[in-house]
């Protein structure tokens, strides 16, 4: 089981690394603002995802969730202890980028209904085109080149 669960962790912590470099790239897209690259590594994202919710899967079997009975099974083996530090190490990497990430896009999304609103408003307030699609100028209401 040691060789095997050791394995597992490191694959698991190998992915970490991969997301991580996800991660790091859809950030850069984002201030960028390469929008069309982003469903690209949106994807690549989802398969890592997937692959490392199975290998979660796989170590829930072996390693104990119990704090106490997996701190006995670490202590026994410094190997296996050193792999799930990493591990964790990693993962909170990981998981730290991923919520960075969200606030860029929070802040981006944001940012942009600000403008919207912005001009919505100001379109409202001096229309510089009357409803029929007719250039107005500025306060008469009047079309431009009619006195």
């Known amino acids: 089981m040691n060789g ?3 394995d597992n962790l490191r694959e698991e912590h190998a992915g970490y690394l991969v997301l991580i470099d996800l991660l790091e790239e859809e950030q850069r897209l984002l201030a960028q603002g390469a929008v069309d690259e982003l469903p690209s590594v949106s994807a690549r994202k ?3 995802v997937t692959k490392l919710d199975a290998l979660a899967q796989a ?5 104990p969730e119990d704090l106490a009975a997996r701190d006995t099974l670490l202590a026994g083996n410094p190997e296996l202890a050193d792999a799930w530090v990493g591990l964790q190490e990693t993962a909170r990497r990981a998981n730290e980028l991923n919520q ?3 606030k860029i896009i929070h802040l981006r999304l944001k940012n942009t209904r ?3 609103s912005v001009l919505q408003q100001a379109t ?6 009357g409803p029929d699609g007719q250039p107005m100028g500025p306060g008469s209401g009047r079309p431009l ?3």
């Open 46 to 48: 989802a398969m890592m």
């Open 59 to 63: 170590r829930a079997d072996w390693l």
């Open 114 to 116: 600000d403008a919207l």
């Open 145 to 147: 080149g009619s006195a």
């Open 4 to 6: 095997i669960s050791i």
């Open 100 to 102: 960075l990430n969200g």
């Open 124 to 129: 409202t307030d001096s229309p510089t085109y």
